[in-house]
T-cell receptor, first 110, second 113 residues
Framework: QQPVQSPQAVILREGEDAVINCSSS?????VHWYRQKHGEAPVFLMI?????EQKGHEKISASFNEKKQQSSLYLTASQLSYSGTYFC???????????FGKGTRLSVIA | EAQVTQNPRYLITVTGKKLTVTCSQN?????MSWYRQDPGLGLRQIYY???????DKGDVPEGYKVSRKEKRNFPLILESPSPNQTSLYFC????????????FGPGTRLTVT
């Protein structure tokens, strides 16, 4: 079952912040975040394993609340280069394949 | 350069004509997957493989076949393509398991008329 991402789309001005959410109805082992620019392949951002840890990658960070089976991706002081579609992928164990959400389209305008 | 390659990148074919999309990785990864991407549906897994000769169905396997005879290659076979298989296809690989970063190939855009 696909995780649910929200919002489906968001438009930001440069410098603004955004939060993308990913929730699942199943107990999760890991949450992955990928970004895909138009016409390109998805590119890995980060993985969060159960334990509620928060990770950071420059101005992009994420959290994982395993009790709620939710993850959030935080983009601060957005740049034009952040534009793209963000996907979360979830796994229920270390050996089960990822199931990706439908994506959140992020557009950053000047 | 570490990479996943796919061929062809673009393909237009007719209903029923068998085709193969190749996927190869040079990172000695054990795990490989095939996904299809359709507007509004995200990435859906077709098949995956955890090692040579070990493959399993993903969420949307109907109409597809795969094989994993060598560690580096994971071809996707459409025995009798139909228009509903028109899609963007991605191959991906990861080391040791699905809790590791997946490296995606550049994609193959397939149109079946």
């Amino acid at each position: 079952q696909q995780p649910v991402q929200s919002p489906q789309a968001v438009i930001l001005r440069e410098g603004e912040d955004a939060v993308i959410n990913c929730s699942s109805s199943k107990a999760l082992y890991s949450v992955h975040w990928y970004r895909q620019k138009h016409g390109e392949a998805p590119v890995f951002l980060m993985i969060l394993l159960k334990g509620g840890e928060q990770k950071g990658h420059e101005k992009i960070s994420a959290s994982f609340n395993e009790k709620k089976q939710q993850s959030s991706l935080y983009l601060t002081a957005s740049q034009l280069s952040y534009s793209g579609t963000y996907f979360c992928g979830t796994a229920t164990s270390g050996n089960t394949p990822l199931v990706f959400g439908k994506g959140t389209r992020l557009s950053v305008i000047a | 350069e570490a990479q996943v390659t796919q061929n062809p990148r673009y393909l237009i074919t007719v209903t029923g004509k068998k085709l193969t999309v190749t996927c190869s990785q040079n990172m000695n990864h054990e795990y490989m997957s095939w996904y299809r991407q359709d507007p509004g549906l995200g990435l859906r897994q077709i098949y995956y493989s955890m090692n040579v000769e070990v493959t399993d169905k993903g969420d949307v396997p109907e109409g597809y076949k795969v094989s994993r005879k060598e560690k580096r290659n994971f071809p996707l076979i459409l025995e009798s393509p139909s228009p509903n298989q028109t899609s963007l296809y991605f191959c991906a690989s990861s080391s040791r398991g699905f809790t590791y970063e997946q490296y995606f190939g550049p994609g193959t855009r397939l149109t079946v008329t």
